[in-house]
């Protein structure tokens, strides 16, 4: 083939590449204007067949699960952390929490936000063990009585207040009529954390949260948080639906959470909370108060998630969780846009006839395709996907195209008025799971102009967070491109 016969085969090539393009960009209209996170959860139809309920049901999960990870990391840097910059740039904005009596010290955040069908949603965020005052609450492994319909009771109850014959009494008997042989009894440090948090978020001179969400009849409450924050989420869900709120409106997501309850307070309260407990294969944490007492029972729905053994021989890290979280969210995304449910990010999108076209010229990680382990393969596909919708979220009008295809040629030929150079790059080391995550990028105008440019990398592995690392990376190289395009309407301005 002659140098001429090549070039007049890659027009051709190119020409049909984007008169495909086109077909599909009016699909692309009214897309959201965010990525992974707002994407958001499936409104079901009247009209739905149950096969196609069920598959948005299995979205709907999986989309919260990727949500409460993030929100459960966020619990530990709620100042300063990269998950809450996410979020806030997706249009989440939480708030921190610290309350402390000299003796316990509760971590959490909160946060409204709305739910694809409109609905305001109530997130509260549990952080789990970060200090030495939670790690002594861990190890605490007594029980107390579990019972009343009021904080005081509940307390009473569990011994923390005198002159609770009552309340045990009452316990007592509602043990008697579920058929429980022994009293229901929860662990004494989770418990003591979740009382100690109601107080905070019942107490409307200090709070107004969770009677703002008891106030709007058709929100839904999010209880989330990792290990000890998971464990705490369990109980404040449990304590409120004593408390009279409505366990249809309230969901609770934990990670790495260990056992929280005997099984008599299993078999009494366990089916009535919404709980999903996302565990991993290595991940011991969630195995052992059971597997070293018999009077601890796990209990709601279990969604575990596959992790290498490679990794680590304590794979509890929050990180991992997210990463894989990441993985089972698209998994569940593809299989509903494989049927048609949704729809995925396009490569050509014009939804703003007033808005400068932006032409993504990307160019994935040959090296890693090549040569890099399995998991590094995995890993950067992954955060390739990734990222890529990130910058596809900042742009009502954009166009993506890869190589082989000539970037000025599409810049002509779209009359784009800038073009976005793109280079996700992944350095890996043969003797661990240590690598570099690097992202470049150039921004010319429509005339070749250089306007900015720039890479950011950052070393990461599996237990140090890929899908952290990607965000914190997006952050610098985000933050520098809108500088130059002050138009992008983007909470991160």
Not at 127 to 137: F, I, L, M, N, V
Not at 350 to 357: I, K, L, T
């Amino acid at each position: 083939m002659t140098s001429l016969e090549g070039k007049i085969l890659m027009n051709c090539i190119y020409k049909i590449v984007l008169t495909g393009m086109v077909a599909l960009m009016a699909c692309a209209i009214g897309l959201p204007v965010s990525a992974e996170i707002p994407q958001g959860s499936l409104v079901f139809s009247a009209d739905d067949t149950n096969e196609v309920r069920q598959q948005k049901t299995e979205y709907n999960r999986a989309y919260s699960i990727l949500f409460s990870i993030i929100a459960s990391s966020a619990a530990y840097a709620p100042e300063e952390g990269i998950e809450i910059a996410y979020l806030r740039s997706h249009g989440w904005d939480f708030t921190p929490r610290r309350i402390t009596d000299g003796k316990t010290t509760v971590h959490f955040i909160t946060a409204k936000g709305s739910m694809a069908d409109g609905r305001p949603v109530y997130v509260i965020s549990f952080r789990g063990s970060a200090e030495k005052k939670d790690w002594a609450a861990d190890f605490v492994t007594g029980q107390v009585v579990y019972g009343g319909s009021t904080l005081e009771e509940s307390e009473k109850a569990a011994g923390i207040l005198p002159n609770g014959d009552k309340e045990i009494a009452a316990a007592e008997q509602a043990a008697k009529e579920a058929g429980a042989t022994t009293l229901p009894k929860v662990h004494k440090g989770f418990n003591s954390y979740a009382d100690f948090a109601l107080r905070t978020l019942l107490d409307s001179a200090s709070h107004e949260f969770l009677n703002q969400y008891r106030g709007e009849k058709d929100a839904r409450l999010l209880l989330t948080g990792h290990s000890l924050g998971g464990a705490v989420a369990t109980l404040v869900g449990q304590r409120l639906i004593d408390f009279g709120f409505d366990p249809a409106r309230m969901q609770v997501i934990t990670f790495g959470a260990p056992a929280v309850s005997n099984k008599a307070f299993k078999q009494m309260y366990g089916s009535r909370l919404n709980l999903v407990r996302v565990t991993n294969t290595q991940d011991p944490v969630p195995l052992v108060l059971q597997g070293v007492l018999r009077n601890y029972k796990q209990f709601g729905d279990e969604v575990r998630f596959r992790i290498p053994k490679t990794f680590n021989n304590m794979n509890h890290f929050l990180h991992l969780y997210l990463d894989a979280g990441l993985q089972n969210y698209y998994n569940a995304f593809d299989d509903a846009a494989g049927k048609g449910i949704i729809q995925d990010w396009p490569d050509m999108r014009r939804s703003a006839a007033d808005q400068p076209v932006i032409l993504l010229y990307v160019e994935g990680n040959d090296t890693v395709k090549r040569n890099g382990t399995t998991n590094a393969k995995s890993a950067m596909k992954l955060l390739e996907r990734f990222m890529l919708n990130e910058y596809k979220a900042l742009f009502p009008n954009y166009t993506v195209i890869h190589p082989p295809l000539d970037p000025y040629e599409a810049l002509r030929t779209q009359e784009a008025d800038y073009l976005l150079l793109l280079k996700f790059h992944a350095g890996t080391n043969q003797y661990n799971n240590n690598w570099f995550l690097t992202v470049e990028q150039t921004l010319t105008d429509k005339n070749g102009n250089l306007l900015a440019s720039g890479s950011a990398a950052k070393r990461t592995s599996p237990l140090a967070g890929n899908i952290l690392t990607a965000m914190e990376v997006l952050s610098v190289q985000m933050t520098e491109l809108l500088q130059q395009l002050p138009w992008v309407k983007s909470p991160l301005n």
